[in-house]
């Protein structure tokens, strides 16, 4: 995934996942793809109506409006966004792109429509996309997780990583195999890290912009997962949970059904080859949604530290060395899924602010204040 659970049950957020095999008629589907009625140049040209001062943040945009809509990640020409949204009828997350973006962003589906789908990225050259997706197993959304068991995220076992062109055609198995592929990042070199529990643990794997020479890269027990490479290709920063003695046998029995639970997740960092690894947070939170700053030397990341009911998340910043932790905003709900444009000067996150039903979020650009 890039385990992302709805936004509607917001609470804790971000992720998704993959894996099975996928009959050839479905994995060369062709999707036409679909314009959104919801999406408008007036909404895209409207400023976000928001009195908190939030002084990295300037001239604040929403560019879609309706649904939930997250995760959205930069094209590396800064152009373009791809994301994840429920809207328009819609049972589980699509893939869409966003074109011209800072001008008047135009809004259009990349997906077929089948299965849940997560975790869109460009590849580079700006032509291609990848996506996790269940479509091979089953056309409808595979089913929400029961939460008598709590808060939890289910890791579909039916998820696996495909790429197509940015039209939605071309749609090709890219990874796959043995339980979850999903949460999968791309860097300017064509590298690809991605979360998998192919070898029965929830790891962080790299591989070829082709899907080839896959290598695990994380092995201690617990989630790793929603991981981004650093401008240069030269760092990797994920979140993770890493549980002991009870909490790590709860752990391995919700494994075991497909489930984790996400209520404490710490910040990592680690040289690209899976070296060097060290822990750059400790807030006994949900934090999540980490990527670099353009100079590779802090990261930026949601958050619900500071809140006692853990619904309230924020963007936060911090030092990849875990010092100089920042708060970036500070609306009352959530905020979170921030990544700066490839050269630097813009901020995209997604946020429940100015929302008109419950539930609803959207996709925000702000230019951005050092």
Not at 93 to 112: C, E, F, M, N, T
Not at 162 to 175: C, H
């Amino acid at each position: 995934m890039n385990m992302r659970p709805s936004i509607a049950a917001l609470a804790l957020a971000s992720l998704a996942l993959t894996a099975c095999p996928k009959p050839a008629a479905e994995t060369n589907a062709t999707p036409a793809p679909v314009a959104s009625p919801v999406m408008t140049a007036a909404v895209a040209a409207s400023p976000a109506a928001t009195p908190l001062v939030e002084k990295h943040l300037t001239n604040l945009r929403q560019i879609t409006a309706g649904g939930e809509n997250a995760e959205a990640y930069w094209s590396f020409d800064g152009r373009s966004l791809t994301m994840q949204s429920t809207r328009d009828g819609a049972g589980c997350d699509r893939i869409w792109r966003i074109d011209d973006v800072l001008g008047k962003p135009a809004l259009s589906q990349v997906s077929s429509g089948k299965g849940r789908t997560t975790c869109a990225y460009y590849l580079p050259g700006n032509e291609k996309v990848l996506y996790a997706s269940t479509h091979a197993a089953a056309p409808e959304c595979p089913p929400t997780p029961d939460h008598s068991k709590g808060y939890v995220w289910p890791l579909y076992d039916t998820f696996d990583i495909y790429s197509a062109k940015k039209d939605g055609t071309g749609l090709t198995p890219l990874i796959s195999g043995k339980g979850y592929d999903a949460e999968a990042t791309v860097c300017k070199n064509g590298a690809i890290v991605f979360t998998s529990t192919r070898d029965g643990d929830i790891d962080l794997y790299v591989s070829d912009v082709n899907g080839k020479n896959v290598k695990r890269l994380t092995d201690e027990p617990g989630y790793d997962g929603g991981a981004f490479f650093s401008a240069d290709c030269s760092q990797i920063v994920w979140r993770a949970s890493r549980p002991k003695g009870a909490a790590l046998e709860e752990y391995r029995a919700l494994l075991k059904e497909g489930l984790v639970r996400p209520s404490k997740l710490e910040l990592f960092v680690m040289k690209a080859d899976g070296t060097g690894k060290r822990k750059i947070t400790s807030l006994g939170a949900a934090s999540f949604a980490p990527s670099f700053f353009p100079d590779g030397k802090r990261v930026i990341f949601a958050s619900n530290h500071g809140d006692p009911k853990g619904r309230n998340f924020d963007i936060y910043a911090i030092g990849t060395d875990g010092t100089g932790l920042e708060k970036i905003t500070g609306y009352d709900g959530f905020d979170g899924f921030p990544l700066f444009s490839p050269d630097g000067k813009t901020l995209v996150f997604s946020s429940n602010r100015n929302g008109t039903t419950p539930g609803e979020t959207n996709v925000f650009v702000a230019d951005w204040v050092p």
